[in-house]
């Protein structure tokens, strides 16, 4: 029997298990500054690069707070999205194994939009902009804005009406959430986002399934990319003997 190496987790993964950990370990609270960034660097012997898409990956699951000029800092607990707060194993998951579930998701979801666009009702329409109103304001925290956006996906695989559908997508839930962490601008820096959000319940008010399929698949063009981009750049990290 011939058995293939474990691979290696990449530095980022170590960078924010060590972090999360050393937040846990000292118990540290809501508030508590960070060591700065060269500071960390010079602690965990790390390029730069690895450093910020470590803390951007702590931000996104809730953990941190990055706040311009100021430093980083250990987030408020009551703020965190509550799902994304006990999926310890998140920061676990690597950007190729994210890439795959997007991929799945991605095939979900422009099915799932084309059937809401096709048969949702006033209601669902009339739901997805109370969601969408909130979740294109500028002034949201990060981390709510986080959880409307899952929250209008989750309402779209609803309004299809495919139990299927929601049950696949409750399987890969935690990833669906850990990609939107490690993927989702800033409300104020996600014009893009808003606005095929936006085309997206256009399209299906206007019961246009051909309209509503393509603002999804290119919604979900951009989350590939971006993952994509993340995996090739951990790839070229120079491997320690």
Do not use: W
């Amino acid at each position: 029997m011939q058995l293939t190496p474990v691979p290696r987790r990449s530095s980022v993964d170590e960078v924010v298990e060590r972090i999360r950990h050393e937040i846990e370990s000292k118990g540290l609270s809501a508030g508590d500054r960070l060591p700065g960034e060269m500071e960390l660097i010079k602690q965990l012997e790390v390029s730069r690069p690895v450093l910020r898409e470590a803390l951007a990956r702590l931000r996104g699951l809730g953990l941190v707070e990055i706040q311009r000029g100021n430093g980083t800092f250990v987030a408020e607990t009551d703020s965190l999205t509550s799902c994304v707060r006990m999926l310890r194993s998140a920061v676990t998951i690597s950007p190729r194994e994210l890439l795959s579930y997007t991929e799945l998701r991605t095939a979900i979801e422009i099915q799932a939009v084309r059937q809401v666009a096709q048969r949702g009702t006033a209601a669902d329409v009339a739901e997805l902009r109370a969601i969408l109103e909130r979740l294109v304001s500028i002034d949201q925290p990060y981390e709510k804005s986080l959880e409307l956006d899952f929250r209008f996906h989750r309402r779209i695989l609803q309004a299809a009406d495919n139990l299927l559908m929601q049950n696949i997508m409750e399987v890969i839930y935690e990833f669906v959430l850990t990609q939107m962490a490690q993927t989702t601008p800033s409300p104020a820096d996600n014009e893009l986002g808003h606005k095929l959000h936006i085309a997206i319940v256009d399209a299906i008010e206007n019961r246009d399934p051909q309209a509503a399929e393509l603002a999804m698949r290119q919604h979900m063009e951009v989350v590939l990319q971006r993952l994509t981009a993340m995996v090739d750049a951990i790839e070229k990290e120079p491997k320690e003997d």
